[in-house]
């Protein structure tokens, strides 16, 4: 992904697999079309230049959104996107893995759209067996709505890493020895959606969507993913005890190095605007046992 990954090569990695799935590496560009579903909002998705853009969109009838074909089970997923113009205000662009049932995994972003002029807000979140609240939010250094930006999750059994076109933003370790869940064992399909969320996401509620600017619609390209995915049939390379397998890839056992962890806390420094685990008035019998983790 970037120069500020390394790899570390001391670690024992055991993966928790269920014995009926299998699965194998995928390293795909993505074509639209191939990967991906439209589920709803009855035409207001749509699949363009040959499977190379999709579009979503949005109006004051419905909002609309696609999914994965496949599911994955660790890997680097990168997603090009291009934020809804303008008076976005009310507006959420949702951008996420998440796998199925009611104690499910999720890894999201989340645009929270805003007046003209204002910057944007980026929600992230990791949900495990069905339980998030672990939510910081940051400002971005550009404007998301000028141009396409990569927005990437790195997801391995050690860690999830959230990048903006390359440079880490927040990183969520694997604390199960201290009790902290961890999504490792169910696999997620890559999710999004254009909805209407003016409930919540504008100043927490107090600014609504004008609705004059409809239809407001965001963009998608240069979807890649090196990642494991299910394969029916298949012997499953995913699975290994050993991190020398030579069938293992990289990003398995990847970790930000020292230029990593500096671009880390330089964007936690300055862009920051929400941490949950800064929130004592939330947690008043004690912060979650992962804030105050070496």
């Not at 499977?51 to 599911?71: A, H, I, R, V, W």
């Not at 790195?154 to 902290?180: A, C, H």
């Not at 049939?233 to 995913?238: D, K, L, R, T, V």
């Not at 890839?249 to 930000?256: C, F, G, R, S």
Request: include cysteine.
């Amino acid at each position: 992904m970037t120069s500020l990954i390394s790899c570390s090569s001391n670690v024992s990695v055991t993966l928790l697999i269920s014995v009926w799935v299998t699965f194998v590496i995928i390293a795909t560009a993505g074509n639209f079309y191939q990967d991906f579903d439209i589920t709803w909002g009855d035409g207001r998705a749509q699949i363009l230049n040959n499977g190379e853009l999709l579009t979503l969109s949005l109006d004051k009838t419905s909002g609309s959104g696609f999914q994965s074909k496949n599911e994955y089970l660790f890997g680097k997923i990168d997603m090009q996107l291009k934020l809804v113009p303008g008076n976005s205000a009310g507006t959420v662009t949702a951008y996420y893995l998440r796998s199925e049932g009611s104690a499910w995994d999720e890894i999201d972003f989340e645009f929270l759209g805003n007046l003209s002029g204002d910057p944007y807000i980026l929600h992230t979140n990791v949900f495990s067996q069905g339980k998030g609240d672990r939510e910081q939010q940051f400002y971005l250094w550009f404007d998301p709505t000028a141009d396409f930006h990569t927005y990437s999750i790195l997801w391995n059994p050690q860690r999830i890493i959230f990048y903006v076109d390359g440079t880490p933003i927040r990183e969520f370790k694997n604390l199960e020895s201290i009790g902290v869940p961890f999504p490792k064992n169910q696999p997620m399909r890559i999710q999004s959606s254009l909805w209407n969320g003016d409930d919540w996401a504008t100043r927490g509620g107090l600014v609504k969507i004008d609705w004059s600017q409809a239809p407001f619609t965001a963009s998608y390209r240069n979807f890649n993913a090196d990642a494991c995915t299910r394969s029916s049939g298949a012997s499953s390379i995913c699975n290994s005890n050993s991190p020398a397998n030579n069938n293992n890839p990289p990003w398995l056992l990847e970790e930000l190095d020292s230029a990593g962890q500096e671009a880390l806390q330089w964007v936690q420094r300055n862009y920051m605007i929400y941490n949950y685990c800064s929130d004592t008035k939330r947690f008043p019998q004690g912060l979650p046992p992962e804030c105050t983790a070496k």
